[in-house]
DNA sequence: ACCCTTCTTGACAACCCAGTACAGAACCGC
DNA sequence: GCGGTTCTGTACTGGGTTGTCAAGAAGGGT
């Protein structure tokens, strides 16, 4: 019995969250949120309660969508583990898109993870921001290494590498990827990166 | 014939750099940079032309300085290629020192390359901090590449493997390094993360 | 049709910030 | 010692920022 919201909310994230990729945290003004989402001041801060919080809230929604891709892309049978996470690798060294159906190569200045662009501009004075990048970063990890051991059962990687580090390592190229395809290299480039690095891969010592 | 200036550039320009590195760039305010370099207005923007000024010549100077570390680490006659390839990653995945004598595992906040940092909070608007970090990363791959093809006539790499992809990957961890060092994990595991890298170049076939 | 609750909009005040201008201080050369 | 030139510190201004507030709009329930 009263005056229904007349924006989508998930929309309205959405939207910031391209902004703040674009122009940072401190390189976004409540306004330039209002321009980008269509909110009026007094409707974003009765919603989300300013500026921080848009992002906070922006943040939850991204770390939820970011689970589903490795998770996805990468779960299933252990015959196929290897080929998955050739696939995965490929894919993300191109960046986290902002919605699963636009690619994220579309425009570079947004590709890379949000939640790493803003733990390095804000998480040294936000513990806030550093555990919830924390966070996006252990759900990767954590799917990587799951599938790493599912290529080991199926014999296509050393079992006596520790998956665990790999699983590190990977998610270090990938995240290295953001910042190295940033500006001045081709999606060639990264294409080339994924494959060294799935290329390095150990295999298992046939015989 | 006339009074000299009282500081010394270099030392202004560190201590900058150090404010830039722990607060990003629209993070710090300008009398931040006079209150860390004690350093009045007046004479900011008479010897830097104002806060942009200071982050160009200290990128300038940063870059001077990176240059050195990858040069005088990697260079040298082919037998110790590979060993001096392992001792360089070792300590690059420890970020980037502000100070060639002071180690940068002493505050973590501020181990994370300075271009790199820079160009992801202001370089999709800022051409030039774009070109300069890019220069960084050019320097390092390319000192990289040239110990990679050191190792290779040495026999420790194998020699079908493209030195400039293996570099770029190196590259790619290292500065992966940063950002999933930022935060969370200990020094330990990028050590650990360095050797798994390390450990994955392609070594040659011995018959 | 009416009322009440919630949303929306625009304006407002306090604050911070970058850059400038001006006055004083320090140093070198003579 | 003195003049001139440069450096240093501070006060000022115009613009932009954040967060709040009050008035109007819009819809649901009765």
Redesign the interface.
């Known amino acids: 019995m009263a005056r229904p919201r007349s924006f989508d909310r998930d929309h309205v994230l959405h939207a910031a969250e391209r902004q703040f990729r674009?122009?940072?945290y401190?390189?976004t003004s409540v306004d330039d949120i209002s321009a980008a989402t269509g909110l009026g001041r007094g409707s974003l801060y009765a919603a989300f309660d300013g500026k921080r919080g848009v992002l906070m809230q922006a943040m939850g929604g991204y770390f939820a969508r970011l689970g589903e891709g490795p998770r996805k892309m990468l779960a299933g049978p252990d015959e196929g583990a290897l080929e998955r996470l050739h696939a995965y690798l490929l894919r993300a060294v191109h960046g986290v898109p902002l919605a699963p159906d636009v690619p994220p190569a579309s425009d570079r200045?947004g590709a890379?993870c949000f939640a790493?662009?803003m733990?390095?501009?804000?998480?040294?004075?936000d513990p806030e921001v550093?555990?919830l990048?924390?966070d996006c970063?252990s759900v990767v990890r954590t799917a990587v290494a799951e599938c790493v051991r599912a290529a080991q059962r199926n014999g296509d990687i050393d079992p006596d590498a520790?998956p665990d580090?790999?699983a590190?390592?990977l998610?270090?190229?990938?995240?290295?990827?953001?910042?190295?395809g940033?500006?001045?290299h081709s999606p060639d480039?990264l294409t080339?990166?994924a494959e060294?690095?799935f290329a390095?891969?150990?295999r298992p010592r046939h015989h």
């Open positions: 674009a122009s940072g401190n390189g200045t890379a790493a662009k733990a390095l501009e804000i998480g040294a004075s550093q555990r990048a924390s970063f520790d580090d790999l590190y390592l998610l270090t190229v990938i995240r290295g990827s953001d910042v190295v940033a500006y001045g480039r080339s990166i060294s690095a390095l891969l150990p």
